[in-house]
């Protein structure tokens, strides 16, 4: 989490979680899913053939919405849920 409070607000897109096939990131809210994707897949590969996409899972594993507002800066920050 404290790569997340350096650069949100600095960067469009923050990976702040990854897993193997599962990443969170925290955007600008203003970018919808196909700006999130674009942005991630440019900033963090998946490395591998298929790309991250925002997840259709309405919720995260902590139950939050997805995507939903940012802990830390709700006003102008959304946090989504992407897989590969
Ligand atoms: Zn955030």
């Known amino acids: 989490m404290s790569r997340e409070v350096?650069?949100?607000g600095e960067r469009?897109?923050?990976?702040?979680?990854?897993g193997l096939v599962v990443c969170s990131v925290c955007a600008s809210a203003d970018m919808d899913a196909d700006a999130v994707e674009a942005a991630v897949n440019a900033v963090s590969p998946t490395g591998i053939s298929?790309?991250?996409?925002?997840?259709?899972?309405?919720v995260f594993?902590?139950?939050?919405p997805q995507p939903g507002p940012c802990d830390r800066l709700p006003e102008t920050r959304r946090h989504w849920l992407m897989e590969c």
């Open 50 to 58: 298929s790309e991250w996409q925002c997840s259709s899972d309405p």
């Open 61 to 64: 594993a902590t139950g939050e």
């Open 6 to 8: 350096a650069d949100a």
């Open 12 to 18: 469009e897109v923050v990976v702040y979680a990854t």
